[in-house]
């Protein structure tokens, strides 16, 4: 199982990025996504989750609005659109999926948010 973040790196407060997460080495299609976020000093965080088939999705209070997560099953593929973005939103951000009871994580990607 394999999970590589892209798309991260320095933006102004009030930009935009987008995340991606390139999986491989499982049914994709067939697993349940996250995007964490871990900024400095500060334990994990969840940031964002979408199902496996019906695409549900659910986020953060502080990204609520401005987040969006979505998936390619086609391409085997993890996105995470993020509008609006503030100081508060730099962290190394993280794709993990829950694959026959063991959880995956990638190597994560830098978001810096600063003028």
């Known amino acids: 199982v394999q999970l590589v973040e892209s798309g991260g790196g320095l933006v102004q407060p009030g930009g935009s990025l987008r995340l991606s997460c390139a999986a491989s080495?499982?049914?994709?299609?067939?697993?349940?996504m996250m995007w964490y976020r871990q900024a400095p000093g500060k334990g994990r965080e969840l940031v964002a989750t979408i199902t496996s088939t019906s695409g549900t999705t659910t986020y953060a209070d502080s990204v609520k609005g401005r987040f969006a997560i979505s998936r390619d099953n086609a391409k085997n593929a993890l996105y995470l659109q993020m509008n609006s973005l503030k100081p508060e939103d730099t962290a190394v951000y993280y794709c993990?999926?829950?694959?026959?009871?063991?959880?995956?994580w990638g190597q994560g990607t830098q978001v810096t948010v600063s003028s």
């Open positions: 993990k999926t829950i694959w026959r009871i063991a959880i995956y």
């Open positions: 080495g499982f049914t994709f299609s067939n697993c349940p």
